[in-house]
């Protein structure tokens, strides 16, 4: 059993703002900066405000004016594009049984909780493209955008979110490759069942998290630094090098999923 390390971004954040108006007290800070510890204050508001510690919701409560349904169409692959703000991000495959055994016009390509106004979505023969924008929702929102994928299909990702955690799980997913970054946040990945082409995390501040199923196989490379700790589950988990580990059968026939891991402030768990 792996140790999670606690959660340091409050801590820092405090730190932050202490030194702020340390520093301001002394009149070590120019004039224009006088302003900063406001806005570490508000930070920490909109942190806490959208953390454990306010009151959630329950797990199947969700706006209804907030879901949205695209059907699949004659669409055979997707790609998914989210430029996310301060919501957390929670994908999975999806459970809809529309989904698979349906008419292509009644079938489900993604359905979920977003926003008010629906997503872009472009057609451009078989392959459509959807594009979730944080600015299409409110700015001082705790909702979550949870998303439902069709397994069938042939997803691309580009996921690129500022402020939130991301939960992706990808088990029953089918990838033609991605990538994925946070700048602040924790990051959960569970890897593909099948990718053509390496999935690319990132994270600047806010540890990532990644869980292999038993039953696949995973190459994971991770271009970790001074900052960075790696916590590998020893018992699934072989080491192949610098930064490099196997999880699953080391045999290239198996086709395993590669992960490129690029973190910044914050440790690595394989779990």
């Not at 944080?134 to 001082?140: D, E, G, K, M, Y």
Request: proline share 7%; with cysteine.
């Amino acid at each position: 059993m792996l140790e999670r390390a606690r959660p340091f971004l409050f801590p820092l954040l405090i730190a932050l703002i202490s030194s702020a108006w340390l520093a301001q007290n002394f009149y070590l800070l120019p004039s224009t900066w006088r302003l900063l510890p406001f806005v570490f204050l508000s930070t920490g508001l909109v942190l806490l405000l959208g953390s454990d510690v306010s009151t959630p919701r329950p797990a199947h409560a969700a706006a209804p004016d907030r879901h949205f349904r695209i059907a699949k169409a004659d669409s055979i692959s997707a790609s998914l594009v989210i430029d996310n703000g301060m919501a957390d991000v929670r994908l999975a495959a999806s459970t809809d049984k529309r989904a698979s055994g349906a008419p292509d016009e009644s079938a489900t390509l993604i359905t979920g909780q977003y926003a008010r106004t629906p997503p872009a979505v472009h057609r451009h023969f078989q392959h459509t493209t959807i594009h979730l924008h944080h600015r299409q929702s409110a700015f001082f929102t705790q909702s979550d955008w949870r998303l439902q994928l069709a397994p069938e299909l042939f997803w691309q990702f580009e996921i690129r979110s500022w402020l939130g955690d991301l939960w992706l799980d990808c088990g029953e997913l089918i990838l033609e490759g991605g990538s994925c970054s946070s700048v602040m946040g924790t990051l959960h990945i569970t890897p593909p069942a099948r990718a053509s082409a390496p999935l690319t995390l990132r994270n600047a501040l806010g540890d990532i998290y990644i869980s292999v199923p038993p039953d696949r196989s995973c190459r994971i490379h991770i271009h970790h630094n001074r900052y960075t700790r790696i916590h590998a589950n020893e018992l699934r988990y072989v080491p192949r090098g610098q930064g490099s580990y196997a999880a699953g059968s080391l045999a290239e026939s198996a086709q395993p999923v590669h992960l490129e891991l690029h973190p910044g402030l914050g440790d690595v768990y394989l779990e």
